[in-house]
């Protein structure tokens, strides 16, 4: 079956090229299990679930049934100063999942509403215990923490931000955690713990008692899978503890089994303040993001409210939407009953291993990898950025949606792909890289 859109003229798409676009569109109409269809009727596996959301798969009918049946029970409802019943469980779910002193949450609509969120927590922390001195926000080059201007400002991505003026005042970036003595290498790289006492070097020039808090993904993921080194989580943390410093994971990518367990925070046994969510926590069907904060930082903000004044002057419309609570709670069920986390730790070694055995590609100048996730670097092409644009649409073309930042292929496979479908991912891939 052919699907057409009557026009493209309207639409200004996100982090798009619109002009190349419009004039050759890759348009995907169906999607059921780890494929999409495109508007020709062609397969394209998805080697990135969409935009890492889509853990479970596609048309999961569980999902679709509960946000249904949400939808006709109560559509929407209000969640400022009054609530509804599902928020409340995806609540008491989401925290379940979470390390064992967290457990608050706070619901949004997205992974960079999620750290806008996560800043203003921060905010509010600090004037609640009178140390509004605590202004400043240390995160990291290469980070993507979403688009918002919070968001934006915590990036380390030129592209994103060099449009933007001067953004948020008050952030400081520590240098990211890749290095060309590195490269090739599967899982944590040995080296490279030592880039934390960056950290350390900000609280000597800034006063350590003037940060709020330090933003890292436990794994870089939009800029191409940059595994953090042995110790260099660890080391964050210790020095967040010795400057009274808020740790800030941003599991937008790796929340939700993409590392082997609910959380990368688990997978690496380092325990933040805070945690951004979003993607696949509704499996990526409806918008939804969320913060899980600690126990503490959620007692100090509703401790410091007079009585019947409201504790945090911060929230959405949107915030504890009961269809996405449905869809999400749906989404954990499937991860549950189908022992998703699990199959995804079970599967990362045959993953990783077919990965990596795509270093012998002239075209190929990195790889790295963790889990059902992993970042492959294409030699540049005269410009950034060229090469990386021609893959994804070779790839498109040849049946194969990849994810790219730049000329970095993203891969993220749903976590029910088969040994088969990474197989099939793999034999793509070699197919256009070596072409
Ligand atoms: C680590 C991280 N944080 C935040 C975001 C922003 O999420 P959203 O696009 O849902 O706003 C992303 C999106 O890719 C992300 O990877």
Known sequence: MQHTANTLENQWMPFTANRDFKADPRLVVKG?????TNHHGDNIIDGSSGLFCCAAG????EIADAVS??????????HFQIGSPPSFELASRVSAL???NMNNVFFTNS??????????????????RGESCRSRFVSRERAYHGANIGGTSLSGLMKNRQTFGSLMPGVVHMRHTWSPNARFVRGQPELGAKLAEDLQRFCELLGGGNIAACFVEPIAGSTGC????????????????I???????DEVITGFGRTGKAFASQTFGVTPDMITLAKALTNGVLPMGAVVVKDEIYDTIIEAAPDGVI????GYTYSGNPASCAASLATLNIYEKENLFQRGADLSEYFLDCVFDLEDITAVTDIRGYGLFAGIDLAVDGAPGVAGTKALKALFEAGLHIKFTGDTAVMAPPLIATKNDIDNVVGILREVLTS
């Open 32 to 36: 059921k299990g780890i494929n999409y």
């Open 58 to 61: 596609h048309g999961r009918q």
């Open 98 to 100: 979470t390390p064992d």
């Open 243 to 249: 400057h009274g410093i808020l740790l800030v994971f």
């Open 111 to 128: 992974g960079s509403e999620s750290i806008d969120s996560a800043l203003k927590i921060a905010m509010a922390y600090y004037s609640a």
């Open 69 to 78: 049946q949400q939808l006709m029970e109560l559509d929407f409802s209000p």
């Open 226 to 241: 940059l595994v953090p080194p042995i110790g260099y989580l660890e080391r964050l943390r210790e020095i967040c503890d």
């Open 311 to 314: 504790d945090f002057f911060h």
